[in-house]
Structure formats: C-alpha cells, structure tokens
C-alpha cells in the first residue's frame, strides 16, 4: 500500500509532529504521547480494524471521530 493511501488522520498527525523539528527530542515525544489516546478514537481507526476483520481493502474517510476521549 502506499503511503497515500493510508488513512488520513495519523498521516496527517505524524506531519504534524515532525513539524516540530528540529526540537528537543523530548518535546517531539511529548507531542507523540499526547497524540497516540486520540487516533484509536477516529473513523480511520475503526474504518481500518473493520476492513482488516473482515479481509478486505480499507476506506478511509479522514478525520472525523466515532468516539469523545
């Protein structure tokens, strides 16, 4: 798969978070913790366990959430 077609919302999270080089490597993790409890709660989350359980292709939609934290 290519990285484009990944789903949107940690693609767009991981861009985020490198945006924040050439940082101290603490505050990039920091920003990675803080991060990591909100993509379990999105539509590409659930959208991508689904397509797995079921052996079939994803199909992401973006970043909307299926789920408040």
Do not use: N, Y
């Not at 919302?9 to 505050?27: C, G, H, N, Q, V």
Request: hydrophobic share 45%.
């Amino acid at each position: 798969m290519r990285l484009a077609e990944g789903a949107p919302s940690p693609i767009a999270e991981t861009k985020r978070i490198l945006a924040f080089w050439p940082a101290e490597l603490d505050a990039v993790l920091a920003e990675e913790v803080r991060a990591q409890p909100q993509l379990p709660a999105g539509a590409d989350f659930a959208e991508g366990s689904s397509a797995f359980l079921a052996g079939r292709a994803p199909r992401f939609t973006g970043p909307t959430t299926t789920a408040r934290a």
